[in-house]
């Protein structure tokens, strides 16, 4: 699923985590470094109230003093010029073609976690710009599948009945996507879904790096295709496998458009990741930069 191309506004980071008390809380040293881990760069105090803290509509005078509090008492963090950063340093500049990637796609009732439920997960690894594992479970939503879904999908309440619920078959994904850098096609849709459910067993939520495809074709193909949808850019990508509205379908034909992008920004040995997430998520600069040049905050 995700070809409908999302608001420039979506982000996969949940809003809101576990309070301090709570079964599986974090403290806030610990929600500042995993959403600095998510994003792969130093954050702002004001990113720091809203995505670590849950805060909407801080002032900023307020979010400084929280962001000022916070890493004074933890030592773990430090400050980067007017940003709060992994005091740990920088992560490693790594090479797209020595990254391992897991690239997923989810099937899904509708179109808002809580109020949807996912019905398939697909995913395949990436390992020096070659697909070496594939994943797949249909899941069962515990609710019936509206029919212009199974119109879209072909994925039937019977087809779920007796599959494994999200309970089980999420950690089967976290196992299998391991610290993996997440690629998906609109990955805001998928990363939301995924995202909730995690929190909702109480496991946290995805923090490793991330790109989306998505984005990635908008920035570097520049009117070279019609349209982004997947479909198209899999033709573009010369995909052996053509996506279908199923989820591994969907994932190895979005394996094969990274791939082809990934071509685009230069030779996988040279081009780093850092190079690849500042043009490859939502909000981030939208010009391509020569690999040695600084990344941009997205």
Excluded at 25 to 39: E, K, Q, S, Y
Excluded at 161 to 166: D, E, K, L
Excluded at 229 to 239: E, K, P, V
Aim: hydrophobic content about 40%; aromatic content about 4%; some cysteine.
């Amino acid at each position: 699923m995700g070809d409908p191309e999302p608001p420039t506004d979506l982000s996969p980071i949940p809003s809101r985590l576990p309070t301090p008390g709570s079964e599986g809380a974090h403290t806030a040293g610990d929600r500042v470094l995993d959403l600095i881990g998510r994003l792969g760069r130093p954050v702002s105090a004001g990113e720091l109230a809203v995505e670590a803290l849950g805060i909407g509509g801080c002032p900023e005078p307020v979010a400084q003093r929280l962001a000022r509090d916070i890493v004074a008492g933890d030592s773990r963090l430090a400050w980067d010029g007017d940003l709060v950063a992994d005091a740990g340093g920088a992560r490693e500049a790594a090479a797209l073609g020595a990254t391992c990637f897991c690239i997923v796609d989810l099937e899904t009732t509708g179109g808002a976690p809580g109020s949807s439920a996912i019905t398939e997960i697909g995913a395949v690894r990436v390992e020096h710009l070659r697909v070496t594992e594939r994943f797949t479970t249909l899941v069962d939503p515990e609710r019936p599948i509206p029919p212009h879904i199974t119109g879209i999908t072909g994925i039937d309440d019977a087809m779920v009945r007796g599959q494994p619920v999200i309970d089980t078959a999420l950690p089967a994904f976290i196992d299998f996507a391991r610290d993996d850098v997440l690629v998906a096609h609109n990955a805001p849709f998928d990363l939301r879904f995924l995202n909730y459910e995690r929190l909702r067993l109480r496991d946290g939520y995805f923090t490793q790096p991330w790109l989306d495809t998505l984005v990635l074709a908008r920035r570097l193909l520049n009117g070279a295709v019609p349209r982004h949808d997947l479909g198209t850019l899999a033709a573009w990508a010369g995909a052996p496998v053509q996506p279908t509205h199923r989820a591994l379908a969907d994932a190895e034909a979005t394996a094969s458009v990274l791939i082809a992008l990934i071509g685009l920004l230069g030779s996988g040995a040279d081009t780093t990741l850092d190079h690849a997430m500042s043009i490859g998520q939502p909000g981030a600069q939208r010009t391509p930069r020569g690999p040695g040049e600084s990344a941009a905050a997205a």
